[in-house]
């Protein structure tokens, strides 16, 4: 049976008191209609068409071609906003989930496991419910003295013994797909909101002699729906436990869980430890055995096994195998380690190729730089790469020597087995195996140092006079 998805993100989200629409909002860093179009397709919902309304630009950027869109230019309730997709999917058989853009939480084996249940017995529709000890907010799935399902009824037109359910209804919904739009028409908004609610289908189809059905989800998590900055807060939570758990069963280890932040498409290699304070963003790759933290911040880079990375920043950035970076070394977009690499203390790299076996233990910049296999970059030595008005481009070949202190004014090329010396301002090439030291010759000017001292001590006594 053809499966299909109705996501729902035409609401404005005012309770988040934020600029950015509501279902972009990002939850361990991808936006909440990121995560739920991803679990439909899990579930292999085929077409998924996502109703939009406020921020509709916004999220066909985010999503892109990702999914099929109808506009919703009046929000008049959940019922209004699916019969949108009449258009799309009015016609064609098969089972739709509709689910809520604000629901990061449903897992893709919630959703395969309501889809089985629906499917085996065909249901016209199958509820996702869940139980909670304080259900206010939410709707309630009233059944008969039976267990079977007879209505839904929203909090604000619950009668007392209707509020006293603890059986909520999650927004997550399966039907039969014609049945579905064709009670969609008999739907009124005669109810305390004067709106067109979606669960009114559930009594339609119900009083129609329909199957309904009902699957309950033993993680109440999943029901979450966020509607405000609370609630952000608490799908981030649940995320994170959630995502730590996979990466740990999974043979990572993470050694403080609760001060570790692993983002949803960061993907991790066996015998990897993670220390406290380490972030992991974007679409960020790591290897197996490698040691990241403590307090290092990643994000979209790719890191090779048995890396070290201490107490640094990485964006945007490719490690090789074996390499270690830090304490406080910052990779910017474009540095390249390869492997066996020693990036050390407050370095930085920024687009730059640093070659196997080569290293920058501290103090240094190299910028806008190709550096070759077994090179040595001293302490202190910077690639002067910009004039102020363009970026230029130094070399450095195999088995270069670069003293501390030095400035290799690009552009500029420092040839294989090249040496320079410490202190060295460089502006011109080298050539292998040549020796370059540019500074001024030393002098030293004996007792001139006790005649600047008198000469200061005399100005002071001066102005005291």
Known sequence: MKRYAIVLAAGQGKRMKSKLYKVLHPVCGKPMVGHVLDTVRQARCERSVVVVGHGADAVRAYLGDAAEYVLQEEQLGTGHAVKQAKDLLGGVDGSTIVICGDTPLVTAETLDKLLALHEEQQSAATILTAHLDQPQGYGRVIRSSEGSVLRIVEQKDCSPEEDAVQEINTGTYCFDNKKLFAALEQVTNQNAQQEYYLTDVISIL????????????????????????????????????????????????????????????????????????????????????????????????????????????????????????????????????????????????????????????????????????????????????????????????????????????????????????????????????????????????????????????????????
């Open 206 to 465: 119900k009083n129609a002699g329909e199957t309904v059905l009902a699957y309950q989800t033993s993680d109440y998590a999943e029901s979450i729906g966020v509607n405000d900055r609370l609630a952000l807060s608490e799908a981030e939570g649940f995320m994170r436990k959630r995502i730590a758990k996979q990466h740990m069963l999974s043979g990572v280890t993470i050694i403080d869980p609760d001060s570790t932040y692993i983002g949803a498409d960061v993907q991790i290699g066996s015998d990897t430890v993670l220390y406290p304070g380490t972030v992991l963003k974007g679409h960020t790759v790591i290897g197996q055995n490698c040691t990241i933290g403590p307090n290092s911040d990643i994000e979209d880079s790719v890191i090779a096994d048995g890396v070290s990375v201490k107490h640094s920043v990485l964006s945007g950035a490719e490690v090789g195998s074996r390499t270690s970076v830090g304490p406080f070394a910052y990779l910017r977009p474009g540095a390249k380690l390869g492997e066996d690499v020693k990036v050390g203390d407050f370095v930085e790299v920024k687009n730059a190729t640093i070659d196997n076996g080569s290293k920058v233990s501290h103090l240094s910049y190299v910028g806008d730089a190709k550096v070759g296999k077994n090179v040595n970059i001293g302490c202190g030595a910077i690639t002067v790469n910009y004039d102020g008005y363009n970026k230029s481009i130094t070399e450095i070949e195999d088995d270069a020597f670069i003293g501390s202190n030095v400035n290799l004014v690009a552009p500029v090329t420092v040839g294989k087995g090249a040496f320079v010396v410490a202190g060295s301002t460089i502006t011109q090439s080298v050539g292998e195996n040549d020796l370059a030291i540019a500074r001024q010759r030393q002098e030293n000017k004996p007792g001139y140092a006790e005649k600047i001292r008198a000469r200061a001590l005399a100005k002071k006594n001066k102005k005291k006079s």
